[in-house]
């Protein structure tokens, strides 16, 4: 890989890195919202916070779209929704170590289905061993949760491969910012409807809007802008560090004490992700 190739990897990199960071914050922050407005007002409130910030700082241009560049777009703003709202349900049923375990399933099989090198398999299943680590997941009967967390990485698979195509056929951030319009389209009866029988104080709405920003704004343009210039099975061994910036997060703002195994964990993915780079360079 030549200079500049080097230089476009590392500024890839590095907008993964935050958008991990960002989208972990802002789970945090909704997860505040909980007790008032549920986990379906959260992502409601999320999906319109994005196209609030997005539609009139983009602007895009979508009457000068073609069938082409409207089918991703379409599907990306399904799979915005879903992704978020089967999460959240999965947290509730089977709480969160096993669905962040499940979830994962999503971009390692994109990790490992977009990839014949057997290097990079090898950093995929070294980076699943490290969630399992860190989420420690434990065993449970409830099907319809496990069903959730399912149906979120297939979701999460479909987003890694959906803003990939948008990303390729539309310039800018134009289609991210149309399929956030067309999501919050979606979510904006819902949202009215929980917001009037429910009237939330401040401090709620407040949380909801952060993880607007943080959950859905920052990393829908990072993953677009990142999914440019990185590979999709790059891409889906990196998603790993999400469970590593939640295990920080826990430990700094609620105080939760990391153990050897967690700390293994946090090795495991880390090593993974840098080798699978070494390796793209």
């Not at 950093?123 to 959730?148: N, W």
């Not at 990485?153 to 195509?165: C, D, E, G, H, V």
């Not at 401090?203 to 343009?221: E, F, H, Q, R």
Request: aromatic fraction near 6%; proline fraction near 5%.
């Amino acid at each position: 890989m030549d200079k500049a190739g080097k230089g476009r990897q590392g500024r890839a990199t590095a907008t993964l890195v935050a958008s991990a960071l960002s989208n972990q914050l802002g789970a945090a922050s909704g997860s505040m919202a909980f007790p008032a407005v549920g986990p379906v007002g959260v992502v409601a409130v999320r999906q319109l916070v994005a196209a609030a910030v997005l539609l009139p700082l983009v602007r895009p241009r979508v009457r000068d779209f073609t069938l082409s560049q409207w089918w991703p777009i379409l599907l990306l703003a399904l799979v915005f929704g879903t992704m978020n709202l089967s999460l959240y349900a999965a947290i509730e049923r089977i709480g969160l170590g096993l669905a962040v375990t499940l979830e994962f399933l999503g971009p390692l099989a994109v990790a490992l289905a977009t990839t014949r090198s057997k290097g990079s398999m090898f950093c995929a299943a070294i980076a699943g061993a490290g969630v399992v680590a860190i989420t420690q997941p434990e065993a449970s009967t409830d099907y319809a949760g496990m069903g959730l967390a399912l149906i979120a990485a297939s979701s999460w698979a479909a987003y890694i491969l959906l803003n990939r195509t948008v990303g390729n056929r539309i310039p800018g951030v134009q289609g991210t910012a149309t399929a956030t319009g067309v999501s919050a389209a979606l979510f904006l009866p819902i949202g009215l409807t929980i917001f009037i029988t429910q009237r939330p104080d401040t401090a709620t709405v407040l949380c909801a809007v952060a993880a607007g920003l943080l959950a859905s704004v920052v990393p829908y343009i990072a993953d677009l802008v990142a999914l440019r210039s990185v590979p999709a099975h790059i891409f889906g061994v990196f998603m790993s560090i999400n469970p590593v910036f939640a295990a920080a997060v826990g430990a700094i703002a609620l105080n939760e004490e990391l153990g050897a195994v967690e700390w293994a964990g946090i090795v495991l993915i880390v090593g993974a992700n840098a080798f699978a780079l070494r390796r793209q360079r």
